[in-house]
């Protein structure tokens, strides 16, 4: 029992606020969602449904989320050894933010497919070609690294897989490094001898590398919660805060 109370102590209040700001950033991103639609009527049926597929897999993530905290914080009261299992929802948390990253990343590699700069040097479609291809490599890690989420254990779970959720992060990190820095060498490279302009597209660079730079942040600090509390769940917070982020910034 002394071991389970020590767990909770540890992570289990870090875990709830961890949920709490991913559901304020959440109700943030539907509102973002809701304005998109009612000042963009005009936008094609494509882009349209991208947004629709990305909200619906953002309030699947919110539901297992809660879901998980539910059976932390109440199922428990009956049952404390579920304190020290991994829950299928908390686990499929993962994916699904897997595949928020994908759908914003091809996005993003989209519109730098769509700039017209590849003909200002003779490495512009390597450059643009490299990001779809960290992307492809990022995706397939992960469902590589999918049939290994099967411990039941959190102590199992951090010991097994010590190694490989760390690189599957900092693989994230580096796709949206790498995608941040292409599209804003992109923006660069749009800019015209007018002074409105070029600073809307100053504006829109401060917004880019900000952005870009935050989430690659929050998957390396992830990466070292993990190493450093392996066996519990803090790091757990700052993920799905951080799958939030990478919308909402």
């Known amino acids: 029992m002394s071991s389970l109370t020590e767990l909770v102590r540890r992570s289990l209040g870090a875990t709830l606020l961890g949920v709490f700001l991913s559901s304020t950033l959440h109700g943030v991103t539907c509102l973002q969602a809701i304005l998109y639609f009612n000042n963009f009527p005009k936008d094609g049926r494509w882009l349209k449904s991208g947004v629709t597929v990305l ?3 953002e309030f ?8 998980f905290m539910y059976q932390w914080c109440i199922t428990t009261i009956v049952s404390p050894d579920v304190l020290g299992k991994t829950i299928w929802s908390t686990l499929l948390t993962v994916p699904v933010t897997g595949l928020t990253e994908a759908i914003t990343h091809i996005f993003f590699i989209a519109r730098i497919w769509k700039c017209e700069w590849s003909a200002l040097f003779s490495g512009g479609m390597d450059i643009k070609s490299s990001a779809g291809v960290l992307e492809a490599g990022r995706i397939e890690f992960r469902l590589i690294l999918q049939p290994r989420y099967r411990y039941p254990l959190w102590v199992e779970f951090g010991t097994h897989l010590k190694a490989w959720i760390p690189a599957m992060l900092l693989m994230s990190s580096i796709t949206d490094a790498a995608i941040t820095c292409v599209l804003c060498f992109c923006l660069h490279q749009s800019r015209s001898t007018f002074k409105q302009t070029d ?21 390396l600090i ?9 066996e519990d769940t803090r790091y757990l917070a700052v993920y799905e805060v951080t799958s939030k982020c990478k919308i909402y910034i």
């Open 199 to 219: 600073t809307l597209i100053t504006i829109i660079l401060q917004y880019t590398l900000g952005s870009g730079f935050m989430t690659a942040i929050g998957d």
């Open 222 to 230: 992830v990466v070292i919660l993990f190493f450093v509390f392996p």
């Open 55 to 57: 909200m619906l897999v």
């Open 60 to 67: 699947a993530h919110i539901a297992l989320c809660w879901h």
